[in-house]
Every structure is written in C-alpha cells, then in structure tokens.
C-alpha cells in the first residue's frame, strides 16, 4: 500500500461508487523500549485484575512474571494469538480471554 485515504464526501453512487477523498499523514514515530514496557505492564496488571474479579481461582494460572520477562513484541504476539486463540463461535465477539470465562 502506498498511502492511506479518508473518505471526504461521495461525488456518485449509481451505477458504481465514485467517492472523493484525502490523504492521510502517518506519524511513523515509534515508542521507545521503555514505553513499551510500560505498555506492557499496564495490560499485565489489568489481565491480573480482570481475572481477579471475574474468576479469582484461575488467578493462580496466570504467571505476571513470566509475561513481564517477554520483550515487548514477544508479549504482544503472545497476548494477540492467546487472544484470538481463545475465541469460539459462542464468544467470537468477546473480548475477555477464556480464563475468564469459566
């Protein structure tokens, strides 16, 4: 892809979409190592709250350590595929993992 656009105003739309639009500026400034990690340790505690309060007994299961100990990218993979992972048709529109949902 080349650049990305927004949408200004539709010019036609019989018989095919004609739509008028500008080009977005992406910012490509990346977060710092540190950033990251603060990233990182924020989800992980809310993770460790959510379990919490929504199924205390599954709390021992989930090591903040070991995903704290995970670069950022490694964590962010890991979370995203155990995310996506856990997702079934009954809950494909949840966003809460499934130790969550016991």
Same mark, same amino acid.
């Given at each position: 892809?080349? %650049?990305?656009?927004?949408? /200004? $105003?539709? /010019?036609? @739309?019989? &018989?095919?979409? !004609? /739509?008028?639009? =500008? *080009?977005?500026?992406?910012? #490509? +400034? ?10 990182? %340790? =924020?989800? @992980?505690?809310? !993770? /460790?709250?959510?379990?919490? %309060? $929504?199924? &205390?007994?599954?709390?021992? +299961?989930?090591? #903040?350590? *070991?995903?704290? +100990?995970? #670069? &950022? !990218? *490694?964590?962010?993979? %890991?979370?995203? =595929?155990?995310?996506? =992972? @856990?997702? @079934? &048709? ?5 966003? #809460? ?6």
């Amino acid at each position: 892809m080349s %650049k990305r656009l927004q949408l /200004v $105003h539709e /010019v036609q @739309t019989l &018989p095919y979409r !004609i /739509v008028a639009c =500008s *080009e977005l500026e992406d910012v #490509s +400034e990346l977060a710092s190592y540190d950033e990251l990690m603060r990233y990182q %340790k =924020s989800i @992980t505690d809310s !993770i /460790v709250q959510m379990i919490g %309060k $929504h199924n &205390p007994a599954k709390l021992s +299961e989930f090591s #903040s350590d *070991e995903w704290l +100990e995970l #670069s &950022p !990218i *490694e964590f962010f993979l %890991k979370f995203f =595929s155990s995310c996506v =992972s @856990t997702l @079934t &048709p009954c809950n494909q529109y949840s966003k #809460s993992p499934a130790i969550l949902n016991d």
